[in-house]
């Protein structure tokens, strides 16, 4: 298999610029009294992955890695290994204190309540 690219090196060059943003793309939505976080993170270890909080920061801390056997000649490897992380900065009116998470199929679904004290109600 040949493969020729001649943009490759600069995107190699340009990768840490943008791996951030590029290689965990992700979606936030509200539905309801909630917002949603889905980030894609095929290939994931659920034991990597790591959710913590602090100071209305949540960060998603995730690892891929793959070492080819013994004899595997490589002739492409474009898939990002490593770690990779996405900060997310939190308003005071979402509840922290409730958010939840479930990894399905490649995809991470963060739940973050409103705070109650932040819903909007009739006066």
Known sequence: MT???PFREIDRLTQPMWNARSSVPLDVYRKGEKFVVRVDLPGIDTASLDLTIE????????ERSWTPAEG???MV?????????RRLFLSAGLDADK??????????TVTVPVADSARSRKI
Do not use: C, H, M, W
Request: charged share 25%; proline share 3%; aromatic share 10%.
């Open 3 to 5: 493969r020729f690219d």
């Open 55 to 62: 100071r209305n920061v949540l960060s998603i801390k995730a």
């Open 99 to 108: 958010i939840s998470a479930q990894y399905d199929k490649g995809v991470l």
């Open 72 to 74: 595997v000649e490589v």
């Open 77 to 85: 490897a474009e898939r990002p290994q490593g770690t990779f992380t």
